[in-house]
């Protein structure tokens, strides 16, 4: 396990919910300024600090970044809770952002983003909820959410199939299922997943996205990661994917009525965005990202960047064994720019 020790910081959404960050211990002065970790559904913070020996909080640190992760409302380190990509968007990132900025008196940042924390994060830019961000990363998702055809059947029939019998999915029971609830949806998992992952592993490819495994390629991972991956998923609220269900459905963002596209209108965001993906994606295909970067490229064109890796899938981008010498030397790149 990388040597890694934080500071947390409590901080209120702006509706109340109770948060945190967490702020990487250094002992020398970041000259690069603050730039912010933000994590995806159903993991915390810690998901960017994998044992892989030097990992991105390191690769950060090492370039000068002062690193700081959010704990949203979708993280295991907060209240279970029923949410949806609104709520976090206007409540959770406007507020993070507003302490990171209040704490280290910068009045610009940077933030790296992924899947869910990834897609809520651009609904808070479109939206011009912050202008402190002036350098967004974003992984795997942003404003179009494209998915394979089985994943969009397991959100339009299954998900309204699990709905009446649970309020959550959570990959702990892969190892833990305490009740019949539970050790039934262990069953299924085992039965349809017979990849050579742990059962949490598989749990977290029956709940997320299509395949064997959805999030990940095994041979990205050494068996260190693989174990630790085990502690690293919890609860999901099945809310989050009636929202997504209805931007799948739309090709973009929309609101969790389903009111508004968040893609309908100029955005409110002077950020430059740099999306990343990778093209083994079995949770959001690569083209979410492309696409996203094409309707941003026409806005603003040159401003912004766009990198397909071949070999990743979804979070082994920032799981991988090799992700020090493939990945981090863009994300440094970009950010530096």
């Known amino acids: 396990m990388p040597d890694h020790s934080f500071d947390i910081f409590p901080f209120k959404a702006i509706d109340g919910f109770k948060c945190n960050l967490w702020r990487l211990r250094s002992g020398s002065v970041k000259e690069k300024g603050p730039v912010l970790l933000v994590h995806g559904a159903g993991v915390r913070s810690n998901i960017f600090n994998p044992p892989n020996g030097k990992n991105l909080l390191h690769v950060l640190s090492v370039a000068g970044y002062d690193v700081w992760l959010e704990n949203w409302r979708g993280s295991m380190e907060c209240q279970k809770n029923e949410w949806n990509l609104d709520q ?36 808070s830019a479109v939206n011009g909820f912050i202008p402190e961000v002036e350098t967004i990363v974003s992984n ?24 009446p019998i649970t309020k959550y999915l959570n990959p702990q029971w892969g190892d833990h299922a305490s009740g019949l609830k539970e050790k039934a949806f262990q069953l299924l998992v085992k039965f349809t997943h017979r990849e050579k992952d742990t059962n949490v592993g598989k749990f977290v490819s029956f709940t997320y996205g299509n395949g064997y495994p959805a999030l990940w390629e095994l041979e990205n991972l050494n068996p260190e990661t693989m ?40 955005p409110k965001t002077n950020a430059r965005i740099v999306f990343i993906t990778g093209k083994k994606n079995k949770c959001f295909s690569s083209k979410s990202q492309e696409e ?35 990945i981090f030397p863009t994300i440094v790149k970009e950010l530096n720019i």
């Open 140 to 163: 795997a998702v942003s404003l179009h959410p494209v998915v394979s055809s089985f994943a969009a059947l397991k959100l339009n029939y299954i998900v309204p199939l699990v709905k």
């Open 292 to 326: 996203s970067y094409t309707y941003f490229n026409a806005k603003k064109p040159g401003y912004h960047r766009f990198y397909q890796f071949d070999q990743y899938s979804h979070l082994d981008i920032f799981l991988g064994k090799n992700s020090i010498n493939d």
């Open 88 to 123: 976090v968007a206007f409540n959770d990132h406007p507020a993070a952002v507003q302490e990171v900025c209040r704490v280290t008196g910068a009045k610009k940042i940077k933030a790296i983003i992924h899947c869910q924390g990834s897609t809520s994060f651009m609904i």
């Open 227 to 266: 174990e630790w991956i085990r502690n690293e998923f919890g609860n999901v609220p099945l809310s989050f994917f009636d929202h997504i269900k209805k931007c799948v459905s739309t090709g973009a963002l929309v609101s969790a009525n389903g009111q508004i596209n968040y893609s309908s209108f100029k």
